[in-house]
C-alpha cells in the first residue's frame, strides 16, 4: 500500500497563476482532507470530503476549490495564486466506519511557494 | 470558539529522562483526542487516541497520553526519552460538527538531547 501520495512535492508559482495539486489514497477511505501548515499555526483545514462526489467548505476554503469525483482522488485547485497561499499543504484520508474516532493517514506535503 | 492549546513550542529533554507534552482543549461536547508526530519534511504519522474507557491510552513507540476530563487536558508522556523521538508533535481534537471536524494545536517541538 501506497497509503496517501500527493503530487506535486514542490511548486513555484507566479501571483495570479492557477494550479492543482493531486491527492490520491488507496485504503480506500471515505473521508478525504486539505490542510495548510503555516509555523506557529497548526493544521489548517481547507476543504474536506465525506464521500464521492461531496465536498464542503473548512476554516480557510477562501482561494481554493476542490473536487473529488472519484473516491479515491481528491484535487485542490488554486484558480489565481496569491503570496499568501504560500504554505506547505497536506492531504489526509480517514474510514468513515466509527464515526469520527478514526486516526487520519497524511500524505507527504506539497511545498508551494508563490511569488 | 473552539481551540486546542499547546502551550509550550519547544520542550528540551535529556535522553532517558521522561518526556511530557502537554494539550490542553476548550471545545463542546465529548471530542475525540488524537497525538500525531511530525519528523523533518514529512506528513504527521499518527501516534495515538483517546476515544472513550480507560483514560490512560498507549500508542506506538512506547508513548502514552492521559485524558483528563475536569482539566481538559491530554498530555502526552514517555517514561524514557529517546533522541530519535525528536520531532514536532501535534495535538488534535475531533467534534462532531456535521463531517468531523478536527482542530489542530499550534505544535510542540521535542528536542532530546543525548
Known amino acids: 500500500n501506497a497509503g496517501v501520495t500527493q503530487t506535486p512535492k514542490f511548486r513555484v508559482l507566479k501571483t495570479g497563476q492557477s494550479m492543482t495539486l493531486l491527492c490520491a489514497q488507496d485504503?480506500?477511505?471515505?473521508?478525504m482532507y486539505w490542510y495548510r501548515q503555516d509555523p506557529g499555526m497548526g493544521l489548517r483545514l481547507i476543504h474536506y470530503?465525506?464521500?464521492?462526489?461531496?465536498?464542503a467548505k473548512g476554516e480557510v476554503p477562501d482561494g481554493y476549490n476542490v473536487s473529488r469525483l472519484k473516491k479515491q482522488n481528491f484535487l485542490l485547485g488554486l484558480e489565481s495564486a496569491a503570496p499568501s497561499q504560500t504554505s506547505v499543504y497536506f492531504c489526509?484520508?480517514?474510514?468513515?466506519?466509527?464515526?469520527?474516532?478514526?486516526?487520519?493517514?497524511f500524505g507527504p506535503g506539497t511545498r508551494l511557494t508563490v511569488l | 470558539a473552539q481551540s486546542v492549546a499547546q502551550p509550550e513550542d519547544q520542550v528540551n529533554v535529556a535522553e532517558g529522562n521522561p518526556l511530557t507534552v502537554k494539550c490542553t482543549y476548550s471545545?463542546?461536547?465529548?471530542?475525540?483526542l488524537f497525538w500525531y508526530v511530525q519528523y523533518p519534511n514529512r506528513g504527521l504519522q499518527f501516534l495515538l487516541k483517546?476515544?472513550?474507557?480507560?483514560?490512560l491510552v498507549k500508542g506506538s513507540y512506547g508513548f502514552e497520553a492521559e485524558f483528563n476530563k475536569s482539566q481538559t487536558s491530554f498530555h502526552l508522556k514517555k517514561p524514557s526519552a529517546l533522541v530519535s523521538d525528536s520531532a514536532l508533535y501535534f495535538c488534535?481534537?475531533?467534534?462532531?460538527?456535521?463531517?468531523?471536524?478536527?482542530?489542530f494545536g499550534a505544535g510542540t517541538r521535542l528536542f532530546v538531547k543525548a
Open positions: 489526509a484520508s480517514s474510514s468513515g466506519t466509527s464515526g469520527g474516532a478514526n486516526e487520519q493517514f
Open positions: 485504503m480506500n477511505h471515505e473521508y
Open positions: 470530503s465525506v464521500g464521492e462526489g461531496t465536498t
Open positions: 471545545v463542546s461536547g465529548n471530542p475525540y
Open positions: 483517546y476515544i472513550t474507557g480507560d483514560n
Open positions: 488534535a481534537v475531533r467534534v462532531h460538527t456535521g463531517g468531523f471536524k478536527t482542530i
